[in-house]
C-alpha cells in the first residue's frame, strides 16, 4: 500500500472501488464516526482550557455552502468582517463545494484576505472558466479549469498555516460526495496539512477540487490506493450533492457532550445562494434552463439544510447566525462565472458586513417565509 493516495485524470477507464468501509492510505485523514467525536472532542477540550494553560476562545463554528459563482458573497461577507473589526474567531470552519475553496482562507483568518479577494474577483473564474454557461460550456467540462484556478492560491505556504492552527486545537473540515457508497466523506484538512510536503499540498488541492466538482459541468476526482498490491479508485464529486452545508459530521449532531463542550459557542452559517423566491422569465433554451434549475435546487435545498442546522442550534441553545445572498436581479446566475457580476456580490456582502447588517436569525428567516413550515422555537 502506498502511503499516499494516488490521483487519476482524464476519462480513462477507472479502477473498481475499494472493498469495505475503511480505505488504507487515507487513515487519520477523513472522519469516522469515532474519529470525529475524538478529533472534536479535543478541539473543544483544549479551547476550553484556563488562560494559564490556552488561551480561552469562544467556541465558534463557520459553516459555508456552496453555490458556484456565489462564493463571491462568503469572501465579501469575510472581508467586510474584517473591515468592520467584527470578525469572529472561528474554532471549527466546514466547507462544501465553493465553500469549500472559501473555508481555507475563513480559517486562517484576516490576514489572508488579499488572497481571498483575489481568488473570487480577480478575474481568474472569468479567464479560466468563462462567464454565462453558453459560452464557457466547453471549458467548464474540462478539469485544468478549476485545478489552474485553485492551485495558485493551495500551496505550502497555506498547507503550513493550516497545520499550525491544526496543531492548536482548530478543526477545518471539507465534504466530498463518494458515488460508489453514495455517501458524505469529510475530509480533516488540517490532519493532511500536518503530514507536510508536496504530497499533502497535492491531496489538500484535490479535496478541493472534488468537493468543487459539480456533477455535469465538471469531471469526478479520482483517488487511486493499492490494498494487497491491487489498485483501486473512489470516485468522488461535488460534496454538495449529498450535503450542501454541515457543522460537523452527521454523528456528531447526536453527541450526548456536545452542548458542554460547545458552552459559549455560537454557529455562524454563510449560504452562498438567494434563499428568498426570484421570480423571473426562464428562456425557454438550454442554458437558461439549466442556470434557472442550478438556482431553484440550491434555494431548496439549502433552505432544507438551514431548517436542520437550526434545529440543531436550537435544541443546544447555540446562538445561530446565517447571511445569504439578497435577491438582486443584476446578480446573474450562480453558474456566471462573470467577474463584474461576482464583483458586485462581493462589494454587496462587504458592504452589508461593514453595516452591521450582514447577520440575520432562524426567527427572522421563519418570518421572512424562507424556512417554510420550519418552527425551531
Known sequence: MSDWPGRRRGGSARLPPPPGAGVPGFDGLRLTVDEAEESLAEAADRLALPKSLWTREDFNL????????????????LVGLTRAGA??????????????????????GSDWDDELADAYIGGHANRLLGGPLGPALGSLLRAEGLERLISPFVGERMIDAVAREHAAGRRLLVATTDLDRQKTVIWDMGAIASRGGEAAVALFRDVLIASSSLPGL??????RIEIDGEAFEELHVDGGVSTPLFLMPEAMLRWKKLGRRLHRG???????????????????????VLMRSFDTMLRFSYRQALG?????????NLPLS??????????????????????????AAAARAEAGTLWTTPVAEQRAGLLDGFRPW
Open 308 to 316: 436542520l442546522a437550526a434545529t440543531f442550534c436550537a435544541g443546544h
Open 218 to 223: 465538471f469531471p469526478p476526482r479520482r483517488f
Open 87 to 108: 470578525r469572529p474567531h472561528f474554532a471549527i470552519v466546514t466547507g462544501v463545494s465553493t465553500g469549500a475553496l472559501l473555508a481555507p482562507f475563513a480559517f486562517l
Open 62 to 77: 463557520l459553516a459555508i455552502s456552496g453555490g458556484a459563482a456565489g462564493g463571491a458573497f462568503g469572501a465579501g461577507a
Open 266 to 288: 455560537r454557529v455562524y452559517v454563510i449560504v452562498n445562494t438567494v434563499l428568498e423566491q426570484a421570480p423571473r422569465t426562464t428562456q425557454p433554451n438550454l442554458p437558461s
Open 322 to 347: 446565517v447571511t445569504s445572498i439578497l435577491d438582486d436581479p443584476n446578480n446573474g446566475s450562480m453558474l456566471n462565472f462573470d467577474t463584474a457580476s461576482m464583483k458586485r456580490v462581493f462589494d
